[in-house]
């Protein structure tokens, strides 16, 4: 199993800045991508921002030039800088990672159990 815990949200004023941190433990498993999804209350889950081992990003336009995600896969963490946050940024982010038990190729679907942010008008 790969478990992930994530760690940094809490309160921000608007236009404040945050960063999360996800840690991956992953015994038996090798980790393909890494990343970052959130859910406000009342809306579906939506990616925010993903890295793949190979350094391959993937942004959600609502936060591009304001959230920026980077990984270390050898540690088993990424990142998420979240900058000139917005009250409609409010969430719980979770992290996610796609990771395969070694020597299979299926990608298994992976889930932390969320940390709220809340920005304040």
């Known amino acids: 199993q790969v478990q992930l815990v994530e760690s940094g949200g809490g309160v921000v004023q608007s236009g404040g800045s945050l960063k999360l941190s996800c840690v991956a433990s992953?015994?038996?498993?090798?980790?393909?991508?890494m990343g970052w999804y959130r859910q406000a209350p009342g809306k579906q889950r939506e990616l925010v921002a993903t890295i793949t081992s190979a350094d391959r990003t993937n942004v959600a336009d609502s936060v591009v030039g304001r959230f920026f995600v980077s990984g270390d896969f050898a540690k088993n963490t990424v990142y998420l800088v979240m900058n000139s946050l917005k009250a409609d940024d409010t969430a719980t982010y979770y992290c996610?990672?796609?990771?395969?038990?070694?020597?299979?190729?299926?990608?298994?679907?992976?889930w932390g159990p969320g940390t709220q942010v809340t920005v304040s008008s």
């Open positions: 996610n990672a796609l990771a395969r038990r070694l020597g299979r190729s299926q990608l298994l679907n992976y």
């Open positions: 992953r015994a038996g498993f090798i980790i393909d991508v």
